[in-house]
T-cell receptor
């Protein structure tokens, strides 16, 4: 019940295209959904996060879409750039339980020039 | 403004040994969480420290223990190392337990 399932495992997008990564969860207690970006040899960096009281949040080229009834959320990267090539992780946490994060398995994104 | 710093960056141990990893949180942060990231997988929560006490714990055996000091820095100790403990150990800090977590670059632990 604590799992967060992420897809696809890998993604290749042309420069300027839209990258879409999807996540699904089971635990309805989750109320905090961050996305992290990780480059090789580095720790995950917080990109954007959403709480279930909104259906969409946009920060620059990054947008989270959230569907509470379907227990799904997704990350859209608009105008994808080669510098966006990294591994992306969705996560979920329970805000009142210390935000102990449960991570998805990751999506390796490659943006071709 | 220093971010989360972890030491050492790499460590090689043999089975049965013990290891201590260290973490200094981002300036102003008082909560530290530890995660284990196996190669090619997402991080898994080990435990969280706030006010020098373990507040939350993930599904890890008692061989994994920790400590938080008055200056909010933290240590992760692993006893009786197994080959399966080889992983990247990540420390994350936050201002209070329910605020966004910021990660360090981790300690790469290899068990021979």
């Amino acid at each position: 019940q604590q799992q967060v399932k992420q897809s696809p495992q890998s993604l290749i997008v042309q420069k300027g295209g839209i990258s879409i990564i999807n996540c699904a969860y089971e635990n309805t207690a989750f109320d905090y959904f961050p996305w992290y970006q990780q480059f090789p040899g580095k720790g995950p960096a917080l990109l954007i996060a959403i709480r279930p009281d909104v259906s969409e949040k946009k920060e620059g080229r990054f947008t989270i879409s959230f569907n509470k009834s379907a227990k799904q959320f997704s990350l859209h990267i608009m105008d994808s750039q080669p510098g966006d090539s990294a591994t992306y992780f969705c996560a979920a946490g329970v805000n009142n339980a210390g935000n102990m994060l449960t991570f998805g398995g990751g999506t390796r994104l490659m943006v071709k020039p | 403004d220093a971010g989360v710093t972890q030491s050492p960056t790499h460590l090689i141990k043999t089975r049965g040994q013990q290891v201590t990893l260290r973490c200094s949180p981002k300036s102003g942060h008082d909560t530290v969480s530890w995660y284990q990231q196996a190669l090619g997988q997402g991080p898994q929560f080990i435990f969280q420290y706030y006010e020098e006490e373990e507040r939350q714990r993930g599904n890890f055996p008692d061989r994994f223990s920790g400590h938080q000091f008055p200056n909010y820095s933290s240590e992760l100790n692993v006893n009786a190392l197994l080959l399966g403990d080889s992983a990247l150990y990540l420390c994350a800090s936050s201002l209070k337990a329910n605020q966004p977590q910021h990660f360090g670059d981790g300690t790469r632990l290899s068990i021979l």
